[in-house]
């Protein structure tokens, strides 16, 4: 009895184990993969890693070589309407600190900043310590958008020139706002170089996307962290009218010296310490709300302040002044 019980025990034991040894073999026979399979599987394997890997190689490949043109004039001076130097002080606000930071020093065969630095307030040392190839584009005009556009020549005839000297340049980075950059850009694309703009938005043209034209776009005013600050043009108001009272004053015994937009613009820059979008907008405020008046003299048009109105009264009544200009706060 013992024994039958023996034999029949080891008979439970073995079967299933007999059987995994089964279902393994069939499991082992079913992933069994012919010759040619396994090729196929290998080459797709293969050509999707070495795709990935070419797409990797141009991405690189394509900052290897890079050129940056700064329509210095252009950027200096709308960075002056949000009080921000493109050359500050602090490395994250600095224009040309942050951009060897992006594209890395290894990698800028040209960095060129194009200005008539007669009337942009930098200093050349320190630009040239940064290793900025410095182009002065001296101007006829004295006006902004001569200025600017001189600038705007010189950048587009270097850019050109860059593709035929230089062939190796691959990327071409623009530092502007303005639309005359369009047809450059566009060109470059066209010529499988990749392009990538930094601009204000603010300041973009409106009658066209300029981002557009260009692989990648920053935007200025993120890259480098500039402030906008809001302003109250009514504290303004008390100190403005001293500021034109004291150029009338100064220029009384001049006839043919009027005061125009223009002056009067001058007059709050360098009088109220404002930036010159804010002078421009203290100025329309002035003239909207009739502090100021227009005038015929000798044939010719200028503006006096309006003495019946209450608030010119008042701050011609002020003792000093100071009395007016310590009101001048932004908000």
């Keep these: 009895m013992t024994k039958e019980l023996n034999e029949n025990y080891q008979q439970t034991e073995e079967t299933p184990y007999e059987d995994q040894d089964v279902a393994v073999v069939e499991k082992k026979e079913s992933m069994q993969v012919g010759p040619r399979e396994m090729l196929r599987y290998m080459a797709e394997a293969f050509s999707e890693s070495s795709e990935r890997a070419v797409k990797a190689l141009n ?69 040239q310590h940064k ?55 566009s060109r470059l694309m066209y010529k499988g170089k990749r392009v990538e703009l930094f601009y204000i938005d603010s300041s973009a043209p409106k009658h066209t996307d300029i981002t557009n034209f260009c692989h990648k776009a920053y935007n200025l005013m993120d890259f480098l962290n500039v402030e906008i600050k809001s302003i109250s043009y009514e504290k303004y108001i008390g100190s403005g009218i001293l500021a034109v009272q004291r150029w009338h004053e100064k220029h009384v015994n001049r006839p043919n010296v009027f005061l125009g937009k223009l002056f009067m613009k001058n007059s709050f820059i360098s009088d109220l310490q404002l930036t010159p979008q804010h002078a421009s907008r203290l100025v329309d405020l002035f003239i909207g709300e009739k502090l100021v008046i227009e005038r015929h003299r000798n044939d010719k048009s200028e503006y006096v302040l ?9 701050a011609l009544a002020l003792e000093t002044p100071e009395a007016a200009v310590t009101t001048n706060k932004f908000s």
């Design 306 to 314: 309006n003495v019946e109105d209450p608030r010119v009264q008042a």
């Design 59 to 127: 991405a690189k490949s394509k900052f290897d070589n890079v050129a940056i043109f700064v329509d210095y004039d252009n950027i200096y001076w709308t960075l002056t309407n949000y009080q921000h130097h493109p050359d500050h002080e602090d490395p994250q606000k600095n224009l040309f600190l942050r951009l060897w930071e992006l594209y890395g020093r290894d990698n800028i065969r040209v960095f060129k900043a194009y200005a008539d630095y007669e009337q942009v307030k930098n200093d050349l040392t320190r630009l």
């Design 131 to 185: 290793r900025i190839q410095v182009r002065h584009v001296y101007a006829n005009g004295k006006t902004e958008n001569k200025r600017k556009n001189s600038s705007d020549i010189e950048l587009c005839i270097d850019a050109i020139e860059t593709t035929y000297k230089d062939p190796n340049i691959t990327c071409f980075v623009f530092v502007t706002a303005d639309s005359d950059m369009i047809p450059i850009m």
